[in-house]
């Protein structure tokens, strides 16, 4: 597994987990692919990739590897707050805190 895929994963794993505890609603399939996809873009940036398209071709891949722990992930609870977050995230550690 390539480093980007398994860090993804892990991020993954802790999305959903956290998911799960506290209130809230039930994730949506576009809540679930937005983590994975601002996850990628982030880590991305961070490693100097700007190229929209490459960015978005990243993410495709990315969703099509995980599709199961995102089709699990809309079984998770999730709130608002914690999605607002995630779109503002700048940065993987912002969004590691906002999935904690």
């Known amino acids: 597994m390539k480093p980007l895929t398994a860090a993804l994963v ?7 987990g ?7 609603r039930r994730a949506t399939e576009a809540d679930c692919q ?9 880590q991305m940036k961070e490693m100097s990739e700007t190229d929209a398209a490459t960015i978005a071709e990243r993410e ?3 969703r099509s590897e ?14 608002d707050r914690t999605i607002t977050c995630v779109k503002a995230a700048t940065s993987s550690q912002e ?6």
């Open 10 to 16: 892990s991020l993954v794993g802790l999305a959903l």
């Open 60 to 62: 495709a891949h990315i």
């Open 18 to 24: 956290c998911c799960i505890a506290g209130c809230g």
């Open 66 to 79: 995980l599709e199961e722990q995102i089709q699990s992930c809309q079984s998770r609870r999730v709130t």
């Open 95 to 100: 969004l590691d805190r906002c999935l904690r």
């Open 34 to 42: 937005l983590i994975v996809d601002k996850s990628v873009e982030l």
